[in-house]
C-alpha cells in the first residue's frame, strides 16, 4: 500500500523532526541524517541520537529507491514497480547503471498506489 509507505517514511524521515525553530532545538542534531534514537523520557523528549554510527540511512534509501520507487537491478535486469502515495501523480529518476543514464519518468493519472500498466521505452 503506497499511502501507508508514505505514512511511514514520512514519519521517520530525520527533516520532519526539526521543521521549526523549536522543533530543530529540541531534535539537535541533523536533519538530514537518520538518527538511530529518538528520546521518549523527559528531559529528553524528541532529542534525536546516534546519527553518525547507525547503518540506517543506508537501509533508508533503499526502501525510498527500491521499494518506493520500485527502481531495482536484480540479475542484470532493470525492474520497475513502484508503491507509491496514490497522490503522487508523476515522478522522475536519473539513474547510471554502467555506461548507460536512464531517464525514467513515472506518471499516475489513475491515482493508484503500485503496479504498472505499461512501460514505453524512446529510441
Do not use: Q
Not at 92 to 97: G, M, P, R
Amino acid at each position: 500500500d503506497g499511502n501507508k509507505a508514505w505514512e511511514l517514511f514520512h514519519m521517520i524521515n530525520p527533516i520532519n523532526h526539526a521543521l521549526t525553530p523549536m522543533e530543530c532545538f529540541r531534535y539537535k542534531v541533523e536533519p538530514y541524517v537518520m538518527a538511530a534514537d529518538v528520546y521518549a523520557v523527559e528531559p529528553h523528549t524528541g532529542r534525536g541520537g546516534w546519527t553518525w554510527y547507525t547503518g540506517a540511512a543506508g537501509w533508508m534509501y533503499r526502501v525510498c529507491i527500491e521499494h518506493m520507487l520500485g527502481l531495482k537491478i536484480r540479475g542484470g535486469e532493470l525492474i520497475i514497480d513502484p508503491c507509491i502515495p496514490s497522490f503522487w501523480n508523476e515522478f522522475s529518476i536519473k539513474y547510471v547503471y554502467m555506461d548507460t543514464l536512464f531517464n525514467i519518468n513515472i506518471k499516475n493519472p489513475l491515482s493508484v498506489s503500485n503496479g504498472v500498466s505499461s512501460i514505453k521505452l524512446d529510441d
